[in-house]
């Protein structure tokens, strides 16, 4: 094999070094903000994952995203599955809090927990797709400013999950927008590498420093919260364009800093991200209703953080393992039998329409002769 192929299929660890890494911190902001008012550990962790951890997540979903064109054409399949796996996780939530008699209330349109994810998924890439003629420059700052002007409009909250999909769009299409081999090579370069660590650790910091004061800053993060939601002095657009600044200044730290090197394991966790997406809040729940984890701080009062903390960082990588696969793969057999069925149906309309259209004039002009030959004699015709 040539230099110049293997140049060309070298595959970049990067890029599955950064899904492992984001999907764990997906795991731990869920796992610290359950205990966050008791904790400022845990406010403190919760801050600083939520300040990047779901726009970098959905950046690198936009970035790995295939362009669409003449030769890539659109698949309907992949926002189907989005969604049949969101559903689906509304099903097992639902589930799960009768099982432990916990409040459920199952809503259709709606949800402030995480199958939103989903449903915003398979937003971007209709709208994505839709716009893929127009440049970042346009639609960027048209997103942005739409979505600051959202936060003043409590209507747009929840409901059709549309005050995230207004919030998260800019990143998706900046990934969906960006050449992943330019974006690699920028970001390698040294100074960026050493200016990115300094600003990581100050935002460590700025975390660390003040939390009870800094925490409310966390419903902004969250992208679902209008302004007059959020217990921030005065909250409006500008803090919304600060939180622009900082999840995308963040992003680009985190990348130019995560290793381009295979790591064991990890590239098996950064190519299973949805089922432990899918897996994880599920199992939070049952350790929360169940009491395990008010037993835990019951019982470890000085060290229960730590033991916690420890169990978020594991559980990604024992949900990678292929078993928990099962559900994803049942709705993707379910998604492939719907589309064949789809396809079908489209087929058979076709014919019958083109047969309709061959059979229509005869069709017609028996109808007219019948009419004639019963009405015929009363209106005098016959």
Same mark, same amino acid.
């Given at each position: 094999m040539s230099e110049a192929v293997k140049k060309s299929t070298k595959r970049i660890?990067?890029?599955?070094?950064?899904?492992? !890494? *984001?999907?764990?911190?997906?795991? %731990?902001?869920? =796992?610290?903000?359950q205990y966050a008012p008791i904790s400022n550990t845990m406010k403190s962790l919760s801050l600083f994952i939520y300040s990047f951890h779901m726009p970098l997540f959905i950046f690198l979903s936009g970035l790995l995203q295939k362009r669409w064109s003449q030769r890539c054409k659109f698949q309907w399949d992949k926002p189907l599955y989005?969604?049949?796996?969101?559903?689906?996780?509304k099903v097992c939530i639902y589930g799960i809090k009768i099982l432990f008699h916990q409040k459920a209330v199952f809503q259709w349109f709606?949800?402030?927990?995480?199958?939103?994810?989903?449903?915003?998924?398979?937003?971007?890439?209709?709208?994505?797709?839709?716009?893929?003629?127009?440049?970042?420059?346009?639609?960027l700052p048209i997103s942005i400013l739409a979505a600051c002007l959202a936060g003043y409009d409590e209507n747009?909250?929840? !409901? *059709?999950?549309?005050?995230?999909? %207004?919030?998260? =769009?800019?990143?998706?299409?900046?990934?969906?927008?960006?050449?992943i081999k330019k974006l690699q090579e920028?970001?390698?370069k040294t100074?960026?590498?050493?200016?990115?660590?300094?600003f990581l650790t100050d935002m460590i910091l700025y975390t660390l420093a003040k939390i009870e004061d800094n925490y409310s800053y966390i419903r902004l993060f969250t992208g679902r919260n209008a302004y007059s939601l959020i217990n921030v002095e005065s909250c409006g657009a500008v803090h919304r364009l600060m939180f622009y600044v900082i999840a995308f200044l963040m992003g680009i730290a985190i990348i130019s800093l995560i290793p381009n090197c295979k790591v064991p394991v990890v590239g098996k966790v950064g190519a299973r991200t949805l089922q432990i997406y899918f897996w994880h809040r599920l199992i939070l729940y049952v350790l929360t209703f169940s009491g395990i984890t008010g037993n835990l701080i019951k019982n470890v009062p000085s060290g229960w953080v730590w033991i916690y903390l420890a169990m978020a960082i594991i559980l990604p990588f024992v949900l990678s393992a292929e078993v928990f696969s099962a559900p994803l793969t049942l709705l993707k057999n379910g998604e492939n039998i719907i589309l064949a069925g789809i396809e079908k149906l489209s087929i058979n309309f076709y014919k019958w329409k083109e047969s309709?259209?061959?059979?229509?004039?005869?069709?017609?002009f028996i109808t007219i002769v019948l009419i004639l030959l019963y009405y015929g004699e009363d209106v005098g015709i016959l």
């Open positions: 660890y990067k890029w599955d070094n950064l899904k492992c !890494f *984001l999907i764990v911190m997906v795991v %731990i902001g869920h =796992f610290v903000n989005y969604i049949m796996i969101g559903y689906a996780l709606e949800d402030t927990g995480i199958p939103w994810y989903m449903f915003a998924m398979a937003a971007f890439m209709v709208i994505a797709y839709l716009i893929k003629e127009l440049p970042l420059w346009f639609v747009i909250g929840s !409901f *059709l999950y549309l005050s995230r999909i %207004i919030v998260f =769009f800019p990143f998706y299409y900046t990934g969906y927008c960006l050449d920028v970001l390698n100074w960026i590498k050493c200016l990115s660590a300094i309709t259209l061959t059979v229509l004039p005869v069709l017609e």
